[in-house]
């Protein structure tokens, strides 16, 4: 097969579709017509080629056959595509190496309108195998298996060393691995959800009661949420930070142990220093009280509100280092010390002196 176009013999004016083209006439009868770069070759049998230019000349790129066959060539001359009128389509790499088939479905298509597809990488190792019940398997390219669907619904996906990634099966469970084999999550018919740290350590559980906890890597529980109102959180070292009641209870401490705040439901409000020096006080009958972190009580709020103003700009500041993860406890541990808190006040009573001229 000619990969180039024959000499021209010569070229003729003709209007097709209202436009005026330039025909150029090969020796064999056949003709062409420019469009930018390509030329369509017609051939006296309805055969089309059309051609490319490279380098000055025009290399043959793809083919429509008397016969309604569709071919494509890459520059080199070796064929790219191959399309028959009954749907079956194949595919080369540039190195001949077969690259996919489509085959035509022997029965009417379902209604996913499948048919069997296959591919292959370049180096020869399958890649992919769809067939028409809707079976699917696919592989690397170092001829692993990556991932599996089968006709009753079961799907598996594995890592690239052969540990399997997930699995979902018919019965609608849904399980997934860390790349080291230990199980990294799973999901039952009944609802039920688990979670693990890649250390094999659960991280966390829902249950269908809506019964929901999380645990650090470390294998101390995080989070508690109890259906009726009631959540806890935990730090990593076992002491509660957070306690939410369903009657309205609410209370924090520090790391150490220290209670930070409460408040009751019958709207008392307190707040603790890391210390155990009381902060702030609030109760039912509106009287409030504010100290500084030594025990002395502060008559006016506006220095207490300034402080706590103040205390969260310098707490915003500070965790803008928190992008980096191994600042991220010693921020916290800053924010919560005596001394954050002074230099908080100090700041606070200076600039309402300020502002007042004083």
Not at 102 to 120: C, G, Q, S, V
Not at 312 to 323: G, S
Request: net charge negative.
């Amino acid at each position: 097969m000619e990969m180039e176009l024959p000499q021209v013999e010569k070229i003729v004016t003709e209007t097709i579709d209202g436009k005026q083209v330039q025909k150029q006439i090969y020796a064999d009868g056949s003709y062409g017509i420019r469009n930018g770069d390509e030329i369509e070759r017609h051939f006296q049998d309805g055969k089309r080629q059309t051609y490319k230019s490279k380098d000055n000349s025009f290399i043959l790129t793809s083919e429509l056959t008397a016969d309604g066959i569709i071919h494509c060539w890459y520059n080199n001359g070796q064929l790219a595509i191959e399309e028959l009128p009954n749907g079956i389509e194949h595919e080369w790499y540039e190195n001949g190496q077969k690259k996919s088939v489509h085959l035509a479905a022997d029965e009417e298509p379902n209604e996913e309108n499948r048919t069997p597809e296959y591919f292959w990488y370049e180096n020869g190792q399958m890649s992919l195998e769809c067939l028409l019940d809707g079976t699917c398997h696919s592989w690397y390219e170092n001829g692993q298996m990556e991932y599996e669907r089968l006709s009753d619904g079961t799907k598996r996906e594995w890592y690239e060393n052969g540990q399997m990634k997930h699995e979902q099966l018919p019965d609608g469970t849904k399980r997934t691995y860390h790349e080291n084999g230990q199980m990294k999550s799973e999901e039952l018919p009944d609802g039920t959800k688990h979670e693990w740290h890649e250390n094999g350590q659960m991280a966390r559980e829902k249950l269908p009661d809506g019964t929901d906890r999380e645990w650090y890597e470390n294998g101390q529980v995080q989070h508690e949420e109890i259906p009726g109102g009631t959540e806890r959180w935990w730090y990593e070292n076992g002491q509660m930070e957070h306690e939410y009641l369903p009657d309205g209870t609410q209370r924090s401490w520090y790391e150490n142990g220290q209670k930070r705040s409460e408040e009751l439901p019958d709207n008392t409000w307190h707040r603790w220093y890391k210390n155990g020096q009381m902060e702030y006080e609030y109760l039912p009958d509106g009287t409030k009280r504010w100290w500084d972190s030594d025990g002395k009580i502060l008559k006016d709020k506006t220095v207490w509100l300034a402080k706590q103003r103040v205390e969260e700009k310098l707490k915003a500041k500070l965790q803008k280092l928190e992008d980096k993860p191994k600042l991220q406890k010693v921020v916290s541990k800053i924010a919560d010390t005596k001394a954050f808190s002074d230099i908080a006040l100090k700041v606070a009573i200076r600039k309402i002196k300020k502002a007042r001229g004083e």
